[in-house]
């Protein structure tokens, strides 16, 4: 898991994605655990805005 996301900076989340998904590989369970946190996270977030809808 990744733990406290809480105090990563939004851009830092949206890097995260970014790399998961560009992976030429296959995703795994763990890979879409880790993509569901940072969705439930930066959907809590009221500043990211307009980047909810590339995560939903």
């Given amino acids: 898991m990744l733990g406290e996301l809480g ?19 296959t995703l795994t369970f763990s890979d879409v655990t880790e993509l ?9 977030r009221s500043d990211v805005g307009g980047w909810l809808r590339y995560v939903n």
């Fill in 36 to 44: 569901e946190q940072i969705q439930r996270e930066l959907q809590r």
């Fill in 7 to 25: 105090n990563i900076p939004t851009e830092t989340l949206i890097d995260m994605i970014c790399v998961i998904l560009a992976g030429e590989m």
